[in-house]
């Protein structure tokens, strides 16, 4: 089975500061999903990345998908507090997510 | 507006009821999901479903149950076997395995 390892667990951060979260896989990574979660509520789909090297960018947010290091990584430029809540990378093919990264954004 | 919805948003039950956790989707999608969450974890599949009358256990089936006898409809029963049931189930819908998959705003389930 494939295993997905997202860090940091948790990341508080100062409005206004970028960040970056990692999603690494136990397997090679064809393409990978980024969601986002609101604390008790479903979860928003952000990204989808098909191909290794590929990036894409909505608003201030940029995934990158590296298959050499079967690695996603997630980067937030100027943090607002509406980024606030937990991302969580998945492989919708084999049904499987991270267990998440908690993001705490303080003024 | 199309979208997935689940009912009740917060259940209690007695240790030893059965109870069904309500999920409806009206974006004509073929494959519905059932995921449980617990603090500190991610997502792990109980069951999945990828047409009408077809479902498949995933990780932690054991002591859940479910049905897929419409498209919208794709209901879940979490059974007196399940020993730790207390948890927030999340569904989920998708057009096929490989699309995005668009989640209901979950239920949290409470055995008292």
């Known amino acids: 089975s494939q295993e997905l390892e997202q860090s940091p667990q948790s990341l508080i951060v100062q409005e206004g500061k970028n960040l970056t979260i990692n999603c690494t896989s136990s397997k090679t990574l064809y393409g990978l999903y980024w969601y986002k979660q609101k604390y008790g509520e479903g979860l928003i789909f952000l990204m989808m990345?098909?191909?290794?090297?590929e990036e894409k960018s909505h608003e201030k947010i940029t995934a990158k998908l590296d298959e050499k290091k079967q690695q996603s990584s997630l980067h937030i430029t100027a943090s607002q507090p509406s980024h606030a809540g937990i991302y969580l990378c998945?492989?919708?093919?084999?049904?499987?997510f991270g267990t998440g990264t908690r993001l705490t954004i303080i003024p | 507006d199309g979208g997935i919805t689940q009912s009740p948003k917060y259940l209690f039950r007695k240790e030893g009821q059965n109870v069904t956790l309500s999920c409806e989707q009206n974006l004509n999608h073929d494959a519905m999901y059932w995921y449980r969450q617990d603090p500190g974890q991610g997502l792990r599949l109980i069951y999945y479903?990828?047409?009408?009358?077809?479902?498949q256990k995933g990780d932690i089936a054991e002591g859940y149950s479910v049905s897929r006898e419409k498209k919208e409809s794709f209901p879940l029963t979490v059974t007196s076997a399940q020993k730790n049931p207390t948890a927030f189930y999340l569904c989920?819908?998708?057009?096929?395995?490989?699309?995005?998959?668009?989640f209901g705003p979950g239920t949290r389930l409470t055995v008292l």
């Open positions: 990345l098909q191909k290794g090297g």
């Open positions: 989920a819908s998708s057009a096929g395995r490989v699309n995005e998959q668009f």
């Open positions: 479903s990828q047409i009408v009358n077809d479902f």
């Open positions: 998945g492989i919708n093919e084999k049904l499987t």
